[in-house]
């Protein structure tokens, strides 16, 4: 059972990427799913949510109308369509599946800069 993230990089201020977090040994479909960042000496940070079945999402006031969370449960995969990044994005982000006591990545790291 596992979650494992990937799309990070490294990208200029303004540009955009695109995160992927596939599960593996049970299925996405019943769960909550979420994407989290911590960046250096701060505390882990919620940045997007979506229900089980997409329909509901929610997203830190921060990343608000420039990120987009998205999943295809068939595929068993959660996204994150990151866009007009900034120097304040970078951050190891984090996938995070409601199941249980939870279930979480390794991280992908992001880095915004010129």
């Known amino acids: 059972v596992q979650v494992v993230e990937s799309g990070g990089g490294l990208v200029q201020p303004g540009g955009s990427l695109n995160l992927s977090c596939v599960a593996s040994?049970?299925?996405?479909?019943?769960?909550?799913m979420r994407w989290y960042r911590q960046a250096p000496g701060k505390e882990r940070e919620l940045v997007a949510s979506?229900?089980?079945?997409?329909?509901?999402?929610n997203y830190a006031d921060s990343v608000k109308g420039r990120f987009t969370i998205s999943r295809d449960n068939v595929k068993n995969t959660m996204y994150l369509e990151m866009n007009s990044l900034k120097p304040e994005d970078t951050a190891v982000y984090y996938c995070?599946?409601?199941?249980?006591?939870?279930?979480w990545g390794q991280g992908t790291q992001v880095t915004v800069s010129s």
């Open positions: 979506i229900s089980s079945r997409g329909g509901i999402r």
């Open positions: 995070y599946v409601r199941r249980l006591a939870g279930v």
């Open positions: 040994g049970f299925a996405l479909s019943r769960y909550e």
